[in-house]
């Protein structure tokens, strides 16, 4: 918060209109929140109590101040709030040292609550803003992100509305790209043939497609052995090989037979 004294602009003016109600450190507490709600949230105060049914009546009304006899259980608050002809309940509950903040989304049914100690926070009762309240600006930014955001409809709508913009803005074509668009190097797939999954290699792409990046593979020989008439196809043979006087062994017809003493001069 870069100007407290700007943010903190009308809170003079409801303090003036319910200084005379104050008589204990919560009331300074909720009158702090209902301060973020209204001024500067535009959320407009229609009355006291829990009813969770909206008038017809109600949702041209309200107020910026804060209604009679708003601190007037000793123990419990409960205030009536509208925006956007939403239903917001703002409750107060007073334990043994500490208050619990609860805001309600009556349609949404979303619930935020916060958990303050007045002890710690409210040095007076009386005088400034920051007086009463010394850490008023940290106090009224836990408001925002702990009891407001969560169950606030306008920050909700706003959040959607961006994120579907991104993911727009993200599948729309390139408008000033010219022809299709380009491969990394060293992933050419030819039309009709899938690029691998997971990034393995290329592993035999030139067997499919003689003119992938990288050669033929062995679909079609080698430029130093062509065949008949150029280019053509490879054969691969089936069956025994021919024989073609290797012998990395012996053969056994020209072992000596049984019984010979190794008389070559016989």
């Known amino acids: 918060m870069s100007n407290p004294g700007d943010y903190f602009y009308g ?3 409801l303090y003036k ?10 009331d300074l507490l909720i009158a702090l929140a209902h301060f973020v709600l209204t001024k500067h949230s535009q959320f407009r105060c229609i009355g006291l109590g829990e ?7 109600e949702e041209s009304s309200g107020s910026e101040l804060l ?16 925006y956007d002809k939403l239903l917001y309940i703002l409750l107060g509950l007073r334990t043994e040292g500490s208050i619990i903040i609860t805001l309600l989304n ?3 049914r979303k619930v935020s609550n916060i958990c303050l100690s007045a002890d710690e926070l409210v040095s007076d009762i009386r005088g400034s803003i920051t007086k009463m309240i010394p850490s008023a600006s940290q106090l009224t ?8 955001e969560p169950v606030y409809q306008g920050q909700n709508k706003s959040t959607t509305t961006q994120t579907n913009t991104t993911s727009t803005t993200t599948d729309r ?9 380009l491969h990394p190097l060293g992933q050419y797939h030819p039309a009709g043939v899938e690029p691998r999954p997971f990034g393995f290699p290329e592993v035999g792409r030139g067997d499919l497609d003689p ?7 062995n679909l079609l020989p080698f430029p130093s052995h062509p065949g008949p008439g150029g280019m053509q196809p490879r054969f691969d043979p089936f069956g025994p090989l021919p024989d073609r006087n290797i012998r990395p062994h012996p053969n056994p017809d020209h072992l000596p037979p049984p019984g010979f003493g190794g008389d070559y001069f016989m």
């Open 51 to 57: 009813n969770k049914t909206l008038a017809e009546e």
């Open 173 to 181: 074509p390139d408008p000033l790209r010219i022809g299709m668009p």
């Open 141 to 148: 930014d836990r408001y925002r992100r702990e009891l407001l």
């Open 211 to 217: 003119f992938a990046r990288g050669g033929h593979g």
């Open 106 to 108: 009556v349609k949404t």
């Open 11 to 13: 809170w003079n003016l």
């Open 67 to 82: 209604p009679d006899n708003w601190n007037a259980d000793e123990h419990n608050y409960a205030l009536r709030y509208i």
């Open 17 to 26: 209109t319910i200084e005379k109600d104050i008589n204990k450190k919560d």
